[in-house]
């Protein structure tokens, strides 16, 4: 049965520091791998996601992310965080060919002036 | 942009009452979703659909029904509402056949309070 992982539930960062949210999935056959970012009152939007092909995946607002397949691991990053990155970060996994999305529980961003 | 909505946003209603959750998408997508989220928890799916007449229950059991009249609509349904179903509802939709491959977009989400 597939899952995900997200290490840490609150993550805070310094305005113009790097941003490194953890995710580990698991899964039997080659995943989908998704990031979704969620402001407040609002609801989920896709940054990035990784399909086939090349491993490191670039998303929307400068984050990207890196399929491990060794490390089952799907770690979003942004060399330089805004204050407007402040939200809530959700990791997903999907089987190919599965539409049902399976959710991390998140991980809220906290930017630091 | 995806377009996709939900009404109401925010509803606090007491025990006991029915409710109906709207949503409804623009971009012709023949499947949508409805999730249920608590704070700090996954998004749990909890019913899907197919197309028009078609239903699924999700991997978290509710209390809720769905129908699919028409692709653009598909309402959630609580027949007498208590404290528990006291949530955030999330409902999306994916066109995979579009070549986003289970790409889904959501909506702003229903913040349901039951007194």
């Known amino acids: 049965a597939q899952s995900v992982t997200q290490l840490g539930s609150h993550v805070s960062v310094s305005e113009g520091a790097l941003v490194l949210l953890r995710c580990n999935y698991s899964?039997?056959?080659?995943?989908?791998l998704f990031w979704y970012v969620q402001y407040p009152n609002q609801g989920l939007q896709l940054l990035l996601k990784?399909?086939?092909?090349?491993?490191l995946v670039k998303g929307i607002n400068g984050f990207e992310a890196e399929f491990k397949k060794s490390e089952t691991s799907f770690h979003l990053t942004k060399p330089s965080a805004h204050m407007s990155d402040a939200a809530e970060y959700f990791c997903?996994?999907?089987?190919?060919?599965?539409?049902?999305?399976?959710f991390g529980k998140g991980t809220r961003l906290h930017i630091l002036p | 942009e995806a377009d996709i909505y939900q009404t109401p946003r925010y509803l606090v209603i007491g025990t006991g009452k029915k409710i109906t959750l709207e949503c409804s998408q623009t971009?012709?997508?023949?499947?949508m979703y409805w999730y249920q989220q608590d704070p700090g928890m996954e998004l749990h799916l909890i019913h899907y659909?197919?197309?028009?007449?078609?239903?699924e229950k999700g991997d978290l059991s509710s209390e809720s029904t769905v129908s699919r009249i028409r692709t653009e609509h598909f309402p959630l349904t609580l027949e007498s509402a208590r404290p528990s179903h006291t949530s955030q509802y999330l409902c999306?939709?994916?066109?995979?056949?579009?070549?986003?491959?289970?790409?889904?977009?959501f909506g702003p989400g229903t913040r349901l309070t039951v007194l």
């Open positions: 999306a939709s994916s066109d995979p056949t579009g070549g986003d491959l289970d790409e889904q977009f």
């Open positions: 899964s039997s056959v080659p995943p989908y």
């Open positions: 990784y399909t086939t092909g090349a491993t």
């Open positions: 997903a996994v999907s089987d190919q060919g599965d539409d049902k999305i399976i």
């Open positions: 971009m012709g997508h023949d499947k």
């Open positions: 659909s197919y197309g028009v007449n078609s239903t």
